[in-house]
């Protein structure tokens, strides 16, 4: 059976059917936490490793937080009867963790299946090793699907019809912004664009002036030992979460830095605090927009959606109310799981009645030409397949190395473009070359699993057949359209 999987940097949450929450019996996702006994090689994970990470950091155990941000390198986090543990390794405990949780739960037999959702700024090596860690889990990752687009999905039967819409998807690693446009049966995903900082900076922000109030000194981690540090960050990230919805909020630590600590939060503290994040956030909310107006013309924005758990922060709402007064604020029930609910409409649509893909992209990328004219490398409408798209070039003049330059299109208020548009630079590949006569560059194109653009590029003098004789391009930072198959309660 099919989950959707929000694997998220403080918290991870599966749903199935839509409606069918993972909880820790208190409605809030599974905990990103992973305790590791190096000598032992027992194994903690979700909420028990974090209530007991304090504990546990006494003794041998390695605790492992935020994994999702080491995806990048995938360098060596823990321990485990004396073989090193990468993020990949690590992500796949909390993926098997999420498999064997939800199977118990909801009863479903294996949960061998799953759409998992990624941020707007994920790598395409981070996705890759997503992809593996939820393989050694035994989990066949069915389809990624864009965050923000995940949570519109999950409550657009529960806001009027809407033509564009800001999604505003902030989580614990990042603030993920989409601006979507809804038309023709379709999700078209215009403008895309993240702040690397969200519900972990907040707490950092809280924990420093809690500590820089209570012992007159700056907050410095390399000076405070670790334990200590842990138990005030989890103090303020408690404290964060109850001014959502009480006036005050108490963060309390025994024996901290040699005394015991009894601090009250209150909103007004809370708001001065994350002013400058707060305002940073509302600025990439504005650049997103401006962008998605180059690019799709002046339509009205109806509204903007909040999801994720740190949209629930005291303030943000009402500072989005302000600088877009004629634009209506939607905050669903349960923000906190709005992208992995969008992922399970997916999940039920691949294994149901959905025979299309469910990505497609939505601009063409370019090669630009010696004559300054630019050629579709992949087209607005192109499935993500893995399937390569062959051209063949000819080179105008002696030299050792071509130099091929990709573009995108550049605005004039519309996303898919005839004829020989304005085009904006976006990188370029150095391909070696013979230095024959009338050598020619064999170049394929393809649209990945990763929802990625991946180009491959060499002389047609090489052997295709020898991966050393290609030179790679990939390109991450697509715009999608996704097909929105039938709405909640119409016939399948």
């Not at 073989?83 to 405990?93: E, P």
């Not at 108490?250 to 005394?259: E, S, T």
């Amino acid at each position: 059976m099919a989950i959707g999987i929000d694997f998220g940097t403080t918290n991870s949450a599966v749903v199935y059917h839509r409606n069918q929450l993972m909880d820790e019996n208190d409605g809030r996702p599974m905990p990103s936490v992973v305790a590791i006994d190096p000598l032992t090689g027992d194994i903690l994970v979700g909420q028990k490793a974090r209530k007991m990470r304090n504990d546990l950091a006494r003794g041998s155990w390695h605790v492992v937080s935020s994994v999702k941000l080491a995806l990048a390198h995938d360098r060596a986090l823990a321990e485990k009867s004396g073989a090193k543990l990468n993020s990949t390794d690590v992500s796949a405990i909390l993926f098997k963790e999420m498999r064997e949780r939800s199977e118990k739960l909801f009863g479903i037999g294996k949960a061998n299946e799953a759409v998992v959702s990624i941020p707007v700024g994920l790598r395409a090596s981070a996705r890759r090793r997503l992809r593996t860690s939820a393989k050694r889990a035994g989990i066949e990752v069915l389809e990624f699907i864009s965050e923000p687009t995940a949570a519109f999905l999950s409550c657009r039967d529960q806001i009027p019809q809407s033509e564009r819409v800001v999604v505003f998807d902030w989580g614990g690693g990042t603030l993920d912004v989409s601006i979507l446009q809804i038309e023709d049966g379709a999700v078209h995903e215009l403008a895309t664009a993240s702040l690397q900082q969200a519900g972990d900076a907040i707490d950092e922000l809280i924990a420093a002036h809690v500590h820089q109030t209570v012992t007159g000194e700056t907050f410095d981690r390399a000076r405070i030992p670790a334990k200590q540090c842990d138990r005030i960050l989890v103090g303020a990230e408690e404290a964060k979460c109850q001014l959502a919805d009480a006036e005050e909020a108490r963060i309390f630590l025994v024996g901290y830095q040699g005394n015991d600590v009894n601090y009250r939060l209150n909103r007004t503290t809370l708001e001065s605090l994350t002013k400058p994040i707060v305002e940073q956030s509302i600025k990439v909310v504005s650049d997103a927009i401006a962008s998605a107006r180059r690019v799709g013309g002046e339509a009205r924005l109806d509204r903007i959606v909040l999801v994720g758990g740190s949209s629930r922060l005291w303030g943000i709402a009402n500072k989005l109310r302000d600088t877009f007064p004629n634009v209506d604020v939607f905050e669903p029930n349960l923000p906190q799981w709005a992208v992995a609910q969008g992922a399970s409409i997916l999940a039920e649509e691949l294994t149901g009645t959905r025979t299309e893909p469910a990505y497609r992209l939505n601009h063409p990328v370019f090669l630009r030409l010696s004559d300054e004219t630019s050629l579709a490398l992949v087209r607005a409408g192109d499935k993500f397949d893995d399937k390569y798209r062959g051209h063949l070039f000819g080179v105008v003049d002696a030299t050792d190395h071509a130099q091929l330059v990709f573009a995108v299109p550049d605005g004039h208020g519309h996303l898919i473009l005839s004829g020989d548009p304005g085009v904006r630079l976006i990188d370029f590949l150095s391909v070696p070359l013979q230095g024959l006569p009338f050598e020619r560059v064999r170049l394929e194109a393809k649209l990945t699993r990763e929802l990625t653009l991946e180009v491959r590029a060499q002389t047609e003098k090489a052997d295709p057949y020898k991966t050393n004789h290609w030179t790679h391009w990939e390109f991450e930072q697509l715009l999608f359209s996704y097909g929105l198959g039938y709405r909640a309660g119409a016939p399948r």
